[in-house]
């Protein structure tokens, strides 16, 4: 049986049961029950934006974009309850909610499942939206299909009402194959359901474009033999495997650590993924959950709720977390990459600001983080050995790794610092340009324990690596008193699947070989959210991980030959 047939559904007399275990009533005699889950009695501490008072939410702006390379684009990123409940309905369906106190705008959006969130773009999932600004309504519909755009997708359906009375309860009916919307029991729209929730699932956000406002009341209800079940984050059910990758490696070599890049919505929502990961790594290191853009989007604001729910996660399942990132020139929010640095009481005012955000965050997040990429892809983007002009290099000067490593170490003496980079992973300039920064930096009076090699091979024809190109840069390091990871490997199909497996066992077994790599991370789990934007903007999926639509790889198969010779 897979494991999405093992979470089954309740419905009947079995719903009665669930209800009670999760706090929703149910009415009427056994055969005549409607089910009601009111979703504001469950765990909402988890979402940017929104803070419990007694039975409401209040709701306010957290201005989450994503952000380009180059630092332009800015798509909306509004939150979704990923950690706390979501609701397998497979069935018809009514909910009903009503905001209050809406000082600019209030959004309601129902998913059909989490947005996969890449480290440029968000792909929308199929759902629906509700806006209500003054006494508008705006309805739009998403199918889930590939926008041409994917920054900007277009809904399916898009149309707005005029309300009578604004705090008035707003209600969506799912009834066959319709969609209705209400307002105070006055029908505002009817609309084709399509397949918006073929997933039998319904994910929860609430958020605010500009403004506040608190949500009184939020409630689904089923009728009598419906299913309509309130559920937790899949990933409380994945255990840890004994012949997991993880297990094989503390047998071949005890301390060393196999991690992969990890995000909140997969690890919540899909039970595949989430044994994938939990049972066989030691080590995660949160994919984007933990860049600035994600955790200060607004000066002097801070939104730690989703690294925390994955963070937590961690925890629970025994595993350690690799922290990603603190200085890097990409994923920064506009008001930190437009700090002002033309003058010297400028760079003052702005270095008093980034060390107040480096304080906040590794203060936060501490004894909570095995290591830490406190400097991340500090050289530039052709592959030279010339540092990036950022906004650290600009307020702080060349020297800003030894202000930020000070940092660190003064807010979490325990943490272990690196420099993370990519190019650097064979003998060249590039380097022994990493090495020379980290020796500078230590010199100068930094804490840096060493150094993540990428290994991305994004071209098996320029970017292969040899195992004794590996071996002799993690000599290198370590004669010069540095730790190495591999910190973000993924490996393409391109050349067929046996090269693929070749090479991602050539790097695990050099790392695993040498006592200087301490560490070995793929850069993702599973192919199903591995999405990039082609030289033709368009939405292509990679096939570089060891999963691939939940089944392992022959990567993955050799990368155990590995650990268990």
């Known amino acids: 049986m897979s494991i999405a047939s093992r979470r089954s559904i309740a419905s009947g007399s079995a719903v009665a049961l669930v209800l009670a275990l999760v706090g929703c009533t149910p009415t009427g005699s056994p055969s005549e029950r409607e089910t009601v889950i009111d979703l504001l009695e469950h765990d909402w501490q988890h979402v940017p934006g929104i803070v419990a008072d007694g039975d409401e939410l209040r709701v306010t702006a957290t201005g989450r974009t994503i952000v380009e390379q180059d630092g332009g684009g800015g798509q909306p990123n509004p939150p979704v309850n990923l950690a706390g409940v979501h609701l397998e309905a497979t069935d018809d369906f ?3 909610t009503s905001f209050t106190d809406v000082t600019a705008d209030a959004t309601l959006a129902v998913l059909a499942r989490p947005p996969v969130i890449a480290d440029e773009f968000l792909i929308q ?26 920054t900007d997708p277009e809904p399916v359906q898009d149309e707005e009402a005029t309300l009578a009375d604004p705090e008035a309860e707003l209600s969506v009916h799912r009834s066959g194959d319709r969609l209705e919307i209400a307002s105070d029991g006055e029908t505002l729209s009817s609309l084709p359901l399509g397949g918006i929730f073929d997933s039998g699932e319904l994910w ?10 608190t949500v009184g009341s939020l409630t689904a209800t089923a009728p009598a033999g419906g299913s309509l079940v309130a559920a937790g984050p899949v990933a409380g059910e994945a255990e840890r495997s004994a012949e997991g990758l993880q297990a094989l490696a503390s047998r071949a070599r005890p301390g060393f650590l196999i991690g992969a890049a990890a995000a909140l919505g997969p690890l919540v929502s899909d039970a595949a993924y989430a044994e994938n990961l939990v049972g066989n790594v030691g080590l995660i290191t949160p994919e984007n959950a933990m860049k600035p853009q994600a955790l200060s989007p607004r000066q002097g604001e801070y939104h730690f709720e989703e690294a925390d729910a994955l ?56 004894g909570r983080l095995d290591s830490l990429d406190v400097v991340n892809e500090p050289f530039d ?21 030894v202000v930020v490593s000070t940092a660190v170490h003064d807010a979490d ?46 071209d098996l024809a320029t970017d292969a690596l040899s195992e004794e190109d590996l071996a002799t840069t993690f000599d290198t390091f370590a004669d010069a008193g540095l730790a190495v990871r591999i910190s973000e490997n993924d ?31 793929s850069w993702g789990v599973d192919d199903t959210y591995d999405w990039f934007i082609d030289d033709d903007g368009a939405l292509r999926q990679g096939h570089d991980l060891l999963f691939d639509d939940d089944e392992p790889t022959p990567a993955y198969d050799a990368l155990r030959q590995v650990l268990a010779n």
């Open 381 to 401: 983007v052709d592959q030279g050995t010339s540092l990036q002009e950022n906004v650290w290099y600009r307020v702080f000067g060349p020297s800003y790794p």
């Open 94 to 96: 009514t909910l009903t």
């Open 311 to 366: 963070l937590d996660l961690a925890a629970s399942a025994g595993i350690a977390v690799h922290g990603h990132t603190i200085a890097f020139t990409e994923a920064m929010p506009g008001w930190m990459r437009n700090l002002p640095a033309d003058s010297e009481q400028q760079r003052q005012a702005s270095a008093a600001v980034l060390l107040d955000y480096v304080h906040t965050v590794v203060s936060h997040f501490r």
């Open 491 to 521: 490996v393409p199909d391109d050349e067929g699947q046996d090269v693929q497996a070749e090479q991602y066992a050539t790097v695990l077994a050099a790392c695993l070989g040498s006592d200087a790599c301490v560490s070995y991370t």
């Open 204 to 213: 929860f956000g609430v958020s605010s474009e500009e403004g506040s406002f």
């Open 413 to 458: 003496p325990d943490v272990r610092q690196f420099i993370n980079e990519n190019g650097a992973d064979v003998p060249g300039p590039r380097q022994d340009a990493l090495l020379q920064l980290a020796l500078d930096t230590n010199a100068q009076g930094g804490h840096i324990d060493g150094v993540g090699l990428q290994a991305h091979v994004y």
């Open 125 to 150: 999932p199929a759902g629906l939206t509700l806006t209500l600004s003054g006494d508008d309504l705006r309805i739009t519909v998403f199918d889930g299909s590939a926008p041409e755009d994917v």
